[in-house]
T-cell receptor
Framework: GENVEQHPSTLSVQEGDSAVIKCTYS??????FPWYKQELGKRPQLIID?????GEKKDQRIAVTLNKTAKHFSLHITETQPEDSAVYFC???????????FGQGTRLTINP | EAQVTQNPRYLITVTGKKLTVTCSQN?????MSWYRQDPGLGLRQIYYSMNVEVTDKGDVPEGYKVSRKEKRNFPLILESPSPNQTSLYFC??????????????FGEGSWLTVV
């Protein structure tokens, strides 16, 4: 079955700098790759997603890139702000799998 | 307001005492699922349901049961809870009779401690 590896597990950046979180997946049939943000004590919330027919997607300060050949995808956050501090999860899903397979999570801390 | 509602939000229970975590969604979603979240492991699927009376195991189903008698409700049952089931549990729902990359909506989570 699908396996998703996420790195790094913790990331600390200065406010205003960029943050990059990377995930690799194992199932070449996976075609849906969402990113979730989870603030302390809250539910995971979808922040951006990408499908396998697209190489990059951007929404204001966040972007996701997908490399199907290498089976990895990344989340990019530019001009980081204190409210970006949270745990971020990547996930992948293959057709018919009936689930999202999540990475282990990255705790992002933005230092003022 | 579209939402997934779980209860209880917080529970401390003792080993072996049966408990049920309820989940209800008001979006008329066919697909519902339960995940547990543990440090360093991300979220792992316990069970899912593609429609009323259709349920199947996820990746970590041992020690859990589910039922789907109505479209809106998908309770998670721990018949004999053990300490290794101490975790944060999320119910989720999605449009469509099978998960096909539609947005998943999560409930607020249920913190369960088994002592």
């Amino acid at each position: 079955g699908e396996n998703v590896e996420q790195h790094p597990s913790t990331l600390s950046v200065q406010e205003g700098d960029s943050a990059v979180i990377k995930c690799t997946y194992s199932d070449s049939a996976s075609n849906y790759f969402p990113w979730y943000k989870q603030e302390l004590g809250k539910r995971p919330q979808l922040i951006i997603d990408i499908r396998s027919n697209v190489g990059e997607k951007k929404d204001q300060r966040i972007a996701v890139t997908l490399n199907k050949t290498a089976k990895h995808f990344s989340l990019h956050i530019t001009e980081t702000q204190p409210e970006d501090s949270a745990v971020y999860f990547c996930a992948a899903s293959a057709p018919g799998a009936q689930k999202l397979v999540f990475g282990q999570g990255t705790r992002l801390t933005i230092n003022p | 307001e579209a939402q997934v509602t779980q209860n209880p939000r917080y529970l401390i229970t003792v080993t072996g005492k049966k408990l049920t975590v309820t989940c209800s969604q008001n979006m008329n979603h066919e697909y519902m699922s339960w995940y547990r979240q543990d440090p360093g492991l991300g979220l792992r699927q316990i069970y899912y349901s593609m429609n009323v009376e259709v349920t199947d195991k996820g990746d970590v189903p041992e020690g859990y049961k589910v039922s789907r008698k109505e479209k809106r409700n998908f309770p998670l049952i721990l018949e004999s809870p053990s300490p290794n089931q101490t975790s944060l549990y999320f119910c989720a729902s999605s449009l469509g009779s099978g998960f096909s990359g539609n947005t998943i909506y999560f409930g607020e989570g249920s913190w369960l401690t088994v002592v």
